[in-house]
Nanobody
Framework: QVQLMELGGGSVQAGGSHRLDCVVSQDIWSRNTLGWFRQVPGKKREGVASIYTLHGGRYKDIAGSVEGRFTISLDDDKHTVYLQMNNLAPEDSGVYYC???????????????????WGRGTQVTVSA
């Protein structure tokens, strides 16, 4: 069973916008902390954005490298977490992964070690 499925990868021109969707299975939708990561060949996977939900409140953590350009959001009805990416640059290229926390955390986090369920990833390529 696919628990996390990323959708929307593709090629984008620099300066453009793009959105990634992550469809989350019912059995893990209740996990409070979800995140987006990205990885390029030869580099460690980097946390991009995380969202923590509690009693209807949304708490977010955004990497400094994308702050002001990327936003993370949720749709409870669709069991989907979104990554909206604006003003894209070639250095934003990579494989983007959706992840759910390993155990209940109580906060949003960009630390890869805190996540235990991963999607298969989707490629985003930004051309100059």
């Amino acid at each position: 069973q696919v628990q996390l499925m990323e959708l929307g990868g593709g090629s984008v021109q620099a300066g453009g916008s793009h959105r990634l969707d992550c469809v989350v299975s019912q059995d893990i939708w209740s996990r409070n902390t979800l995140g987006w990561f990205r990885q390029v060949p030869g580099k460690k996977r980097e946390g991009v954005a995380s969202i923590y939900t509690l009693h209807g409140g949304r708490y977010k953590d955004i990497a400094g490298s994308v702050e002001g350009r990327f936003t993370i959001s949720l749709d409870d009805d669709k069991h989907t977490v979104y990554l909206q990416m604006n003003n894209l640059a070639p250095e934003d290229s990579g494989v983007y992964y959706c992840a759910a926390h390993r155990r209940w955390l109580g906060y949003a986090t960009l630390s890869e070690a805190d996540y235990g369920i991963w999607g298969r990833g989707t490629q985003v390529t930004v051309s100059a």
